[in-house]
Protein backbone atom coordinates (compact mmCIF):
# COMPACT_ATOMS: atom_id res chain seq x y z
CA UNK A 1 0.00 0.00 0.00
CA UNK A 2 1.02 3.05 -1.05
CA UNK A 3 0.83 5.85 2.02
CA UNK A 4 1.65 9.45 3.20
CA UNK A 5 3.58 9.68 6.11
CA UNK A 6 1.28 11.96 8.26
CA UNK A 7 3.00 14.98 10.89
CA UNK A 8 0.59 15.95 12.54
CA UNK A 9 1.12 20.11 13.37
CA UNK A 10 -2.32 20.46 16.02
CA UNK A 11 -2.62 17.61 18.65
CA UNK A 12 -3.13 17.72 22.27
CA UNK A 13 -3.29 16.21 25.22
CA UNK A 14 -5.01 16.99 28.59
CA UNK A 15 -8.61 17.24 29.69
CA UNK A 16 -10.57 20.17 28.51
CA UNK A 17 -13.82 21.61 30.48
CA UNK A 18 -16.04 21.69 27.39
CA UNK A 19 -14.76 18.48 25.32
CA UNK A 20 -16.53 17.81 22.17
CA UNK A 21 -17.12 14.69 22.53
CA UNK A 22 -14.49 11.72 23.86
CA UNK A 23 -12.61 12.47 27.00
CA UNK A 24 -9.20 11.06 25.78
CA UNK A 25 -6.79 12.86 27.96
CA UNK A 26 -3.29 11.25 27.54
CA UNK A 27 -1.05 10.00 25.30
CA UNK A 28 -2.08 6.64 24.64
CA UNK A 29 -5.34 7.87 24.09
CA UNK A 30 -3.82 10.25 21.44
CA UNK A 31 -1.93 8.04 19.34
CA UNK A 32 -4.74 5.29 19.49
CA UNK A 33 -6.80 7.90 17.57
CA UNK A 34 -3.85 8.79 15.14
CA UNK A 35 -3.41 4.76 14.75
CA UNK A 36 -7.16 5.01 13.61
CA UNK A 37 -6.24 7.37 10.61
CA UNK A 38 -2.84 6.66 9.61
CA UNK A 39 -1.02 9.33 11.34
CA UNK A 40 2.48 8.69 12.70
CA UNK A 41 3.88 11.51 14.33
CA UNK A 42 2.50 14.93 16.47
CA UNK A 43 3.37 17.80 17.36
CA UNK A 44 1.91 18.24 20.73
CA UNK A 45 0.72 20.79 23.28
CA UNK A 46 -1.56 20.51 26.69
CA UNK A 47 -4.91 21.90 27.19
CA UNK A 48 -3.62 22.83 30.64
CA UNK A 49 -1.92 24.92 29.00
CA UNK A 50 -4.47 26.68 27.36
CA UNK A 51 -7.71 26.68 28.95
CA UNK A 52 -5.71 26.24 32.66
CA UNK A 53 -2.48 28.13 33.52
CA UNK A 54 0.73 27.98 30.68
CA UNK A 55 3.48 27.21 32.77
CA UNK A 56 1.60 24.22 34.68
CA UNK A 57 0.39 23.21 31.13
CA UNK A 58 3.93 22.93 29.80
CA UNK A 59 5.42 21.28 32.61
CA UNK A 60 2.67 18.37 32.41
CA UNK A 61 3.15 18.38 28.59
CA UNK A 62 6.75 16.68 28.96
CA UNK A 63 5.55 14.54 31.51
CA UNK A 64 2.47 13.15 29.77
CA UNK A 65 4.57 12.73 26.47
CA UNK A 66 7.73 11.14 28.33
CA UNK A 67 8.59 7.63 26.29
CA UNK A 68 6.67 9.03 23.32
CA UNK A 69 9.17 9.03 20.58
CA UNK A 70 6.93 10.51 18.15
CA UNK A 71 4.77 13.03 20.01
CA UNK A 72 7.03 16.26 20.17
CA UNK A 73 6.23 19.10 22.50
CA UNK A 74 4.81 22.40 21.84
CA UNK A 75 4.81 25.12 24.05
CA UNK A 76 2.59 27.80 25.17
CA UNK A 77 4.20 30.93 26.15
CA UNK A 78 3.76 34.36 27.28
CA UNK A 79 5.42 37.84 27.34
CA UNK A 80 7.87 37.51 30.35
CA UNK A 81 7.14 41.18 32.24
CA UNK A 82 4.88 39.32 34.93
CA UNK A 83 7.24 37.02 35.67
CA UNK A 84 5.02 33.92 34.69
CA UNK A 85 7.80 32.70 32.01
CA UNK A 86 11.43 33.17 32.29
CA UNK A 87 12.53 36.32 29.99
CA UNK A 88 12.44 35.43 26.66
CA UNK A 89 16.86 33.93 25.63
CA UNK A 90 16.06 32.29 29.22
CA UNK A 91 12.74 30.84 27.93
CA UNK A 92 14.56 29.56 24.51
CA UNK A 93 17.15 28.18 25.92
CA UNK A 94 14.95 26.29 28.66
CA UNK A 95 13.00 25.08 25.45
CA UNK A 96 15.88 24.16 23.81
CA UNK A 97 16.79 21.64 26.61
CA UNK A 98 13.60 20.28 26.91
CA UNK A 99 13.13 19.16 23.40
CA UNK A 100 10.31 21.97 22.69
CA UNK A 101 10.23 22.25 18.77
CA UNK A 102 7.11 25.27 18.50
CA UNK A 103 5.89 27.66 20.36
CA UNK A 104 1.95 28.37 21.00
CA UNK A 105 0.32 31.92 22.10
CA UNK A 106 -2.81 32.73 22.81
CA UNK A 107 -3.14 36.94 23.23
CA UNK A 108 -6.20 38.68 23.40
CA UNK A 109 -8.86 39.54 26.55
CA UNK A 110 -10.78 36.69 26.22
CA UNK A 111 -7.97 34.32 26.36
CA UNK A 112 -4.43 35.00 28.09
CA UNK A 113 -4.76 38.50 28.10
CA UNK A 114 -1.98 40.22 26.57
CA UNK A 115 -1.00 41.96 23.24
CA UNK A 116 0.56 41.03 20.12
CA UNK A 117 2.24 44.24 19.49
CA UNK A 118 5.81 44.78 19.77
CA UNK A 119 5.48 46.82 22.92
CA UNK A 120 4.51 43.87 25.02
CA UNK A 121 5.21 40.69 22.74
CA UNK A 122 8.05 42.07 20.53
CA UNK A 123 11.30 40.85 23.05
CA UNK A 124 9.45 37.48 22.62
CA UNK A 125 8.66 37.20 18.89
CA UNK A 126 12.32 38.55 18.41
CA UNK A 127 14.05 35.88 20.37
CA UNK A 128 10.98 33.24 18.49
CA UNK A 129 12.63 34.33 15.25
CA UNK A 130 16.21 34.41 16.01
CA UNK A 131 16.13 30.77 16.70
CA UNK A 132 13.37 30.50 13.88
CA UNK A 133 11.20 28.28 16.25
CA UNK A 134 7.78 28.10 14.82
CA UNK A 135 4.98 30.16 16.00
CA UNK A 136 0.95 28.90 15.95
CA UNK A 137 -1.02 31.39 16.33
CA UNK A 138 -4.61 30.40 16.46
CA UNK A 139 -7.38 31.72 13.34
CA UNK A 140 -10.09 32.23 16.16
CA UNK A 141 -8.30 33.91 18.79
CA UNK A 142 -5.84 36.74 16.66
CA UNK A 143 -7.00 39.02 13.86
CA UNK A 144 -5.22 39.16 10.23
CA UNK A 145 -4.28 42.89 11.21
CA UNK A 146 -2.25 41.32 14.16
CA UNK A 147 -0.95 38.33 12.16
CA UNK A 148 -0.09 40.64 9.07
CA UNK A 149 1.85 43.01 11.87
CA UNK A 150 3.79 40.10 12.81
CA UNK A 151 4.95 38.65 9.36
CA UNK A 152 6.05 41.97 8.65
CA UNK A 153 7.75 42.66 11.97
CA UNK A 154 9.30 39.31 11.89
CA UNK A 155 9.81 38.19 8.52
CA UNK A 156 12.52 35.08 9.08
CA UNK A 157 9.83 34.12 11.59
CA UNK A 158 8.43 30.75 10.97
CA UNK A 159 4.02 31.58 11.68
CA UNK A 160 1.42 28.80 11.55
CA UNK A 161 -1.83 29.59 11.43
CA UNK A 162 -3.86 26.89 13.20
CA UNK A 163 -8.38 27.00 12.88
CA UNK A 164 -7.85 28.60 9.95
CA UNK A 165 -11.60 27.83 8.54
CA UNK A 166 -12.13 27.87 5.26
CA UNK A 167 -14.07 31.03 4.88
CA UNK A 168 -10.49 32.98 5.19
CA UNK A 169 -9.36 32.69 1.49
CA UNK A 170 -9.79 36.50 1.07
CA UNK A 171 -7.53 37.52 4.11
CA UNK A 172 -5.18 34.52 2.91
CA UNK A 173 -4.35 35.17 -0.51
CA UNK A 174 -2.98 38.67 0.05
CA UNK A 175 -0.55 37.38 2.83
CA UNK A 176 1.19 34.42 1.00
CA UNK A 177 1.73 36.72 -1.95
CA UNK A 178 3.63 38.45 0.52
CA UNK A 179 5.10 36.63 3.19
CA UNK A 180 6.65 33.22 2.51
CA UNK A 181 7.29 32.61 6.43
CA UNK A 182 3.10 32.15 6.40
CA UNK A 183 1.74 28.73 6.87
CA UNK A 184 -1.86 26.86 7.10
CA UNK A 185 -2.65 24.18 9.52
CA UNK A 186 -5.10 22.20 7.37
CA UNK A 187 -7.47 20.95 9.60
CA UNK A 188 -10.49 23.59 9.12
CA UNK A 189 -9.07 24.54 6.01
CA UNK A 190 -11.67 22.69 4.44
CA UNK A 191 -13.14 24.55 1.34
CA UNK A 192 -13.85 22.66 -1.77
CA UNK A 193 -10.63 22.99 -3.92
CA UNK A 194 -8.83 25.02 -1.30
CA UNK A 195 -5.95 22.95 -1.27
CA UNK A 196 -5.76 22.48 -4.72
CA UNK A 197 -6.27 26.41 -5.41
CA UNK A 198 -3.39 26.95 -2.74
CA UNK A 199 -1.15 24.93 -4.29
CA UNK A 200 -1.58 25.94 -7.76
CA UNK A 201 -1.17 30.06 -7.10
CA UNK A 202 1.36 29.67 -4.02
CA UNK A 203 3.02 26.41 -3.55
CA UNK A 204 2.87 23.49 -1.28
CA UNK A 205 5.03 25.14 1.22
CA UNK A 206 1.73 27.22 2.31
CA UNK A 207 0.58 23.96 4.25
CA UNK A 208 1.24 21.66 6.82
CA UNK A 209 -1.07 18.76 7.91
CA UNK A 210 -3.07 18.69 11.11
CA UNK A 211 -6.10 17.96 13.01
CA UNK A 212 -6.94 19.16 16.29
CA UNK A 213 -6.92 15.82 17.53
CA UNK A 214 -8.76 14.73 19.82
CA UNK A 215 -10.91 17.11 19.91
CA UNK A 216 -11.44 16.59 16.11
CA UNK A 217 -11.12 13.43 14.52
CA UNK A 218 -7.83 12.72 12.51
CA UNK A 219 -9.67 11.04 9.62
CA UNK A 220 -11.16 14.22 7.48
CA UNK A 221 -7.82 15.39 7.31
CA UNK A 222 -6.34 12.54 6.06
CA UNK A 223 -9.39 11.89 3.98
CA UNK A 224 -8.51 15.62 2.95
CA UNK A 225 -5.20 14.95 1.47
CA UNK A 226 -4.95 11.75 0.43
CA UNK A 227 -7.99 12.68 -2.14
CA UNK A 228 -6.40 16.08 -3.36
CA UNK A 229 -6.28 16.73 -6.63
CA UNK A 230 -2.19 17.26 -6.46
CA UNK A 231 0.80 15.95 -7.55
CA UNK A 232 2.15 13.08 -4.95
CA UNK A 233 5.59 14.81 -3.87
CA UNK A 234 3.20 18.25 -2.81
CA UNK A 235 0.84 15.42 -0.54
CA UNK A 236 3.82 14.34 0.75
CA UNK A 237 5.13 17.86 1.40
CA UNK A 238 1.90 18.83 3.19
CA UNK A 239 1.76 15.23 4.94
CA UNK A 240 5.08 15.85 7.13
CA UNK A 241 7.67 17.45 4.49
CA UNK A 242 6.90 20.67 5.40
CA UNK A 243 6.69 21.07 8.87
CA UNK A 244 9.88 18.85 8.95
CA UNK A 245 11.51 21.28 6.74
CA UNK A 246 10.35 23.82 9.26
CA UNK A 247 11.35 22.39 12.47
CA UNK A 248 15.29 21.39 10.63
CA UNK A 249 15.62 25.02 10.51
CA UNK A 250 14.82 25.66 14.19
CA UNK A 251 17.58 25.92 17.09
CA UNK A 252 20.41 26.98 14.68
CA UNK B 1 -5.84 -3.33 7.60
CA UNK B 2 -9.72 -3.21 5.41
CA UNK B 3 -10.24 -2.04 1.94
CA UNK B 4 -11.26 1.18 3.16
CA UNK B 5 -8.09 2.12 5.16
CA UNK B 6 -6.15 1.21 2.14
CA UNK B 7 -8.31 3.04 -0.13
CA UNK B 8 -8.38 6.17 1.47
CA UNK B 9 -4.83 6.01 2.48
CA UNK B 10 -4.06 5.83 -1.16
CA UNK B 11 -6.04 8.12 -2.60
CA UNK B 12 -8.48 6.07 -4.27
CA UNK B 13 -11.96 5.42 -4.39
CA UNK B 14 -13.41 2.49 -2.49
CA UNK B 15 -14.03 0.01 -4.95
CA UNK B 16 -18.19 -0.46 -5.47
CA UNK B 17 -19.41 2.01 -3.35
CA UNK B 18 -21.47 4.32 -4.90
CA UNK B 19 -22.01 6.85 -2.65
CA UNK B 20 -24.92 8.86 -2.12
CA UNK B 21 -24.25 12.56 -0.79
CA UNK B 22 -27.49 14.13 1.08
CA UNK B 23 -26.52 17.21 2.12
CA UNK B 24 -24.77 19.73 -0.65
CA UNK B 25 -25.03 23.36 -2.54
CA UNK B 26 -24.26 24.89 -5.59
CA UNK B 27 -22.60 28.22 -6.55
CA UNK B 28 -20.92 30.94 -4.81
CA UNK B 29 -21.78 32.32 -1.23
CA UNK B 30 -20.93 36.34 -0.26
CA UNK B 31 -19.19 34.98 2.67
CA UNK B 32 -16.53 33.19 1.20
CA UNK B 33 -14.39 32.46 -1.62
CA UNK B 34 -15.22 29.18 -2.92
CA UNK B 35 -12.83 28.45 -5.83
CA UNK B 36 -14.78 26.79 -7.96
CA UNK B 37 -18.57 26.45 -6.99
CA UNK B 38 -20.42 24.64 -10.04
CA UNK B 39 -21.44 21.93 -10.72
CA UNK B 40 -18.75 20.51 -13.12
CA UNK B 41 -16.52 20.71 -10.31
CA UNK B 42 -18.48 19.57 -7.80
CA UNK B 43 -18.95 15.87 -10.22
CA UNK B 44 -14.86 16.35 -10.92
CA UNK B 45 -14.23 15.71 -6.85
CA UNK B 46 -17.40 13.36 -6.75
CA UNK B 47 -15.32 11.36 -9.17
CA UNK B 48 -12.15 11.44 -7.17
CA UNK B 49 -13.67 10.29 -3.79
CA UNK B 50 -15.93 7.97 -5.08
CA UNK B 51 -19.16 10.19 -5.08
CA UNK B 52 -21.93 8.47 -7.06
CA UNK B 53 -25.30 11.14 -6.68
CA UNK B 54 -25.55 14.53 -4.66
CA UNK B 55 -28.52 16.01 -3.55
CA UNK B 56 -28.32 19.81 -3.37
CA UNK B 57 -29.42 23.16 -2.99
CA UNK B 58 -27.85 26.29 -3.70
CA UNK B 59 -25.96 28.44 -1.26
CA UNK B 60 -27.51 31.95 -2.52
CA UNK B 61 -31.06 30.66 -2.22
CA UNK B 62 -30.96 30.56 1.88
CA UNK B 63 -29.73 34.21 2.19
CA UNK B 64 -30.95 35.70 -1.03
CA UNK B 65 -33.32 34.60 -3.31
CA UNK B 66 -34.75 30.99 -3.11
CA UNK B 67 -36.22 31.02 -5.72
CA UNK B 68 -33.72 32.00 -8.09
CA UNK B 69 -31.63 28.69 -6.17
CA UNK B 70 -34.73 26.60 -7.14
CA UNK B 71 -34.38 27.97 -11.12
CA UNK B 72 -30.91 27.24 -10.71
CA UNK B 73 -31.36 23.54 -9.08
CA UNK B 74 -33.74 22.58 -11.66
CA UNK B 75 -31.75 23.48 -14.53
CA UNK B 76 -28.99 22.10 -13.24
CA UNK B 77 -30.42 18.44 -12.40
CA UNK B 78 -31.49 18.05 -16.12
CA UNK B 79 -27.95 18.55 -17.02
CA UNK B 80 -26.43 16.00 -14.67
CA UNK B 81 -29.13 13.12 -14.84
CA UNK B 82 -28.30 10.15 -12.35
CA UNK B 83 -25.34 12.69 -10.59
CA UNK B 84 -27.00 15.81 -9.26
CA UNK B 85 -30.24 15.55 -7.28
CA UNK B 86 -32.44 18.34 -6.13
CA UNK B 87 -33.36 19.76 -2.67
CA UNK B 88 -35.94 22.12 -3.28
CA UNK B 89 -35.72 25.53 -0.73
CA UNK B 90 -38.21 27.26 1.16
CA UNK B 91 -37.90 30.10 2.92
CA UNK B 92 -40.77 30.63 6.06
CA UNK B 93 -41.71 34.48 5.07
CA UNK B 94 -42.87 33.46 1.96
CA UNK B 95 -45.10 30.78 2.94
CA UNK B 96 -47.45 30.88 -0.42
CA UNK B 97 -44.22 31.28 -2.51
CA UNK B 98 -42.60 28.65 -0.87
CA UNK B 99 -45.75 25.87 -1.28
CA UNK B 100 -45.89 26.89 -4.74
CA UNK B 101 -42.06 26.73 -5.14
CA UNK B 102 -42.60 23.02 -3.79
CA UNK B 103 -45.03 22.32 -6.61
CA UNK B 104 -42.78 23.07 -8.96
CA UNK B 105 -39.84 21.64 -7.85
CA UNK B 106 -41.26 18.10 -6.93
CA UNK B 107 -42.84 17.92 -10.52
CA UNK B 108 -39.26 16.97 -11.40
CA UNK B 109 -38.64 13.68 -10.34
CA UNK B 110 -35.17 13.76 -9.53
CA UNK B 111 -35.93 16.42 -6.66
CA UNK B 112 -35.97 14.38 -3.95
CA UNK B 113 -35.90 16.62 -0.42
CA UNK B 114 -36.92 19.93 0.98
CA UNK B 115 -33.96 22.10 2.49
CA UNK B 116 -34.44 24.74 5.31
CA UNK B 117 -32.20 27.23 6.54
CA UNK B 118 -33.52 28.79 9.36
CA UNK B 119 -30.71 30.82 10.66
CA UNK B 120 -30.53 32.64 7.26
CA UNK B 121 -34.07 33.31 6.69
CA UNK B 122 -34.65 34.30 10.63
CA UNK B 123 -38.12 32.38 10.38
CA UNK B 124 -38.20 30.19 13.41
CA UNK B 125 -39.36 26.53 12.76
CA UNK B 126 -42.15 26.79 14.59
CA UNK B 127 -43.41 29.95 13.01
CA UNK B 128 -47.04 29.55 11.70
CA UNK B 129 -46.13 30.54 8.73
CA UNK B 130 -44.59 27.65 8.11
CA UNK B 131 -47.44 25.16 8.40
CA UNK B 132 -47.85 24.83 4.21
CA UNK B 133 -44.78 23.61 4.15
CA UNK B 134 -44.90 20.85 6.62
CA UNK B 135 -48.52 19.94 5.21
CA UNK B 136 -46.81 19.45 2.00
CA UNK B 137 -44.05 17.81 3.20
CA UNK B 138 -45.95 15.49 5.76
CA UNK B 139 -48.37 14.64 2.86
CA UNK B 140 -45.57 13.28 0.84
CA UNK B 141 -43.43 11.88 3.80
CA UNK B 142 -40.52 13.85 2.49
CA UNK B 143 -36.51 14.31 3.20
CA UNK B 144 -36.78 17.82 5.14
CA UNK B 145 -33.09 18.71 5.71
CA UNK B 146 -33.18 21.75 8.18
CA UNK B 147 -29.83 23.52 9.34
CA UNK B 148 -28.69 23.32 13.16
CA UNK B 149 -26.04 24.63 14.42
CA UNK B 150 -25.47 25.24 18.55
CA UNK B 151 -28.50 24.55 21.26
CA UNK B 152 -29.25 28.15 22.09
CA UNK B 153 -30.10 28.67 18.25
CA UNK B 154 -33.51 31.13 18.08
CA UNK B 155 -34.54 30.29 15.08
CA UNK B 156 -33.59 26.64 13.84
CA UNK B 157 -32.06 24.73 17.52
CA UNK B 158 -31.99 21.04 17.82
CA UNK B 159 -34.72 21.35 19.98
CA UNK B 160 -37.06 23.47 17.82
CA UNK B 161 -36.66 20.75 15.35
CA UNK B 162 -37.66 18.05 17.38
CA UNK B 163 -40.77 20.18 18.25
CA UNK B 164 -41.66 19.76 14.98
CA UNK B 165 -40.86 16.36 14.45
CA UNK B 166 -43.24 15.92 17.33
CA UNK B 167 -46.17 18.03 15.71
CA UNK B 168 -45.26 16.34 12.09
CA UNK B 169 -44.23 12.98 11.94
CA UNK B 170 -44.95 11.88 8.68
CA UNK B 171 -41.92 14.01 8.12
CA UNK B 172 -38.54 12.74 7.55
CA UNK B 173 -36.19 15.21 9.23
CA UNK B 174 -32.80 15.31 8.61
CA UNK B 175 -31.07 16.54 11.30
CA UNK B 176 -28.22 19.17 9.92
CA UNK B 177 -25.08 18.93 11.17
CA UNK B 178 -26.51 17.62 14.41
CA UNK B 179 -26.01 21.13 15.84
CA UNK B 180 -22.37 21.42 15.59
CA UNK B 181 -19.34 20.14 17.23
CA UNK B 182 -21.22 20.54 20.12
CA UNK B 183 -24.23 18.97 19.26
CA UNK B 184 -23.32 15.40 19.63
CA UNK B 185 -25.10 14.39 22.45
CA UNK B 186 -28.35 16.42 22.30
CA UNK B 187 -28.84 15.13 18.99
CA UNK B 188 -28.40 11.41 19.89
CA UNK B 189 -30.79 12.39 22.52
CA UNK B 190 -33.50 13.91 20.20
CA UNK B 191 -33.21 11.10 17.56
CA UNK B 192 -33.96 8.35 20.53
CA UNK B 193 -36.50 9.72 21.55
CA UNK B 194 -38.36 10.39 17.80
CA UNK B 195 -38.14 7.84 15.27
CA UNK B 196 -38.19 10.55 12.37
CA UNK B 197 -35.00 12.40 12.95
CA UNK B 198 -32.27 11.40 11.18
CA UNK B 199 -28.82 12.25 11.69
CA UNK B 200 -26.07 14.21 9.03
CA UNK B 201 -22.79 13.60 9.11
CA UNK B 202 -22.04 16.92 7.65
CA UNK B 203 -19.49 19.07 9.52
CA UNK B 204 -16.48 20.66 8.88
CA UNK B 205 -15.35 20.47 13.26
CA UNK B 206 -16.30 16.60 13.44
CA UNK B 207 -15.65 15.36 16.87
CA UNK B 208 -13.38 12.09 16.88
CA UNK B 209 -15.32 9.61 17.87
CA UNK B 210 -18.44 10.70 16.69
CA UNK B 211 -19.72 8.64 14.07
CA UNK B 212 -18.60 5.56 16.83
CA UNK B 213 -20.96 7.50 19.02
CA UNK B 214 -24.20 7.67 16.52
CA UNK B 215 -23.91 4.64 15.37
CA UNK B 216 -23.49 3.19 19.13
CA UNK B 217 -26.67 4.68 20.40
CA UNK B 218 -29.17 5.28 17.52
CA UNK B 219 -27.87 2.80 15.01
CA UNK B 220 -26.46 3.12 11.63
CA UNK B 221 -29.65 2.83 9.84
CA UNK B 222 -30.64 6.73 10.81
CA UNK B 223 -27.50 8.14 9.78
CA UNK B 224 -26.78 9.98 6.30
CA UNK B 225 -23.69 11.31 4.80
CA UNK B 226 -23.90 14.55 3.77
CA UNK B 227 -20.62 17.08 3.02
CA UNK B 228 -21.71 21.07 2.13
CA UNK B 229 -20.03 20.37 -1.04
CA UNK B 230 -19.10 22.84 -2.31
CA UNK B 231 -19.35 25.19 0.91
CA UNK B 232 -17.15 22.17 2.13
CA UNK B 233 -14.59 19.59 0.45
CA UNK B 234 -16.66 16.68 0.41
CA UNK B 235 -13.14 14.92 0.58
CA UNK B 236 -12.88 14.72 4.48
CA UNK B 237 -16.07 13.22 5.08
CA UNK B 238 -15.35 10.32 3.21
CA UNK B 239 -12.42 9.54 4.96
CA UNK B 240 -14.15 10.56 8.12
CA UNK B 241 -16.96 7.37 7.40
CA UNK B 242 -14.21 5.53 6.11
CA UNK B 243 -12.18 5.08 8.61
CA UNK B 244 -14.64 5.07 11.89
CA UNK B 245 -13.98 2.38 14.03
CA UNK B 246 -17.46 1.21 12.85
CA UNK B 247 -18.69 -2.11 10.85
CA UNK B 248 -18.85 -2.20 7.29
CA UNK B 249 -22.18 -2.57 7.26
CA UNK B 250 -22.39 0.51 9.13
CA UNK B 251 -20.60 2.27 6.49
CA UNK B 252 -22.51 0.64 3.73
CA UNK B 253 -25.46 2.23 5.47
CA UNK B 254 -24.22 5.29 6.59
CA UNK B 255 -22.44 5.69 2.35
CA UNK B 256 -25.34 4.50 0.73
CA UNK B 257 -27.95 2.18 1.97
CA UNK B 258 -30.13 4.69 4.16
CA UNK B 259 -30.23 7.23 1.44
CA UNK B 260 -31.55 4.29 -1.10
CA UNK B 261 -33.62 2.99 1.33
CA UNK B 262 -35.30 6.55 2.41
CA UNK B 263 -35.27 7.91 -0.82
CA UNK B 264 -35.90 7.59 -4.86
CA UNK B 265 -33.52 8.04 -6.92
CA UNK B 266 -34.70 7.95 -10.55
Known sequence: MKKLSFFDANASVGRIGHP?????????????????????????????????DAPLGNSMLLKEIEGHANLIPAWIVLPHHTGEMPKPKELLALMKDKGVRAARMYPTRAMHNFSLEEWCAGDLLDALEEKRVPLMLDTEIVSWEDVHRVLTNHPELPVIMTNCTYRFNRYLYPMFEKFENLHVEMSRFMGQCCIEDVVARFGARTLVFGTNLPQYTGTAAVGRLTYADIEWKDKEAIASGNLKAILKESWR | MN??????????????????????????YYNMHVPDPWAARMIRVMDRCGIAKTVFSPSFGFDADFVAGNDLMLKTIEEYPGRLYGAATVNGNYPEL????????????????????PVSSKCKLSDRRMKGIYEFASERKLFTLVHTWLEGDPWGSMDLMASMAREYPDIRWLMGHCGG????????????????????????????????FFVREVGSERVLFGTDNPFLDPRPQVGRVGLAGISREDKMNIFRNNALRLAKFV
Open chain 1, 20 to 52: HLLDIPDAAGLEKEMARAGIEEALVYHLMSVHG
Open chain 2, 3 to 28: EFYEAIQEGRPIEGLDIIDMHAHLGP
Open chain 2, 98 to 117: SVSELHRAFENPRVVMIKIH
Open chain 2, 181 to 212: PYGSYHSVELAQELPNIFLDVTLSMAPAGQLE
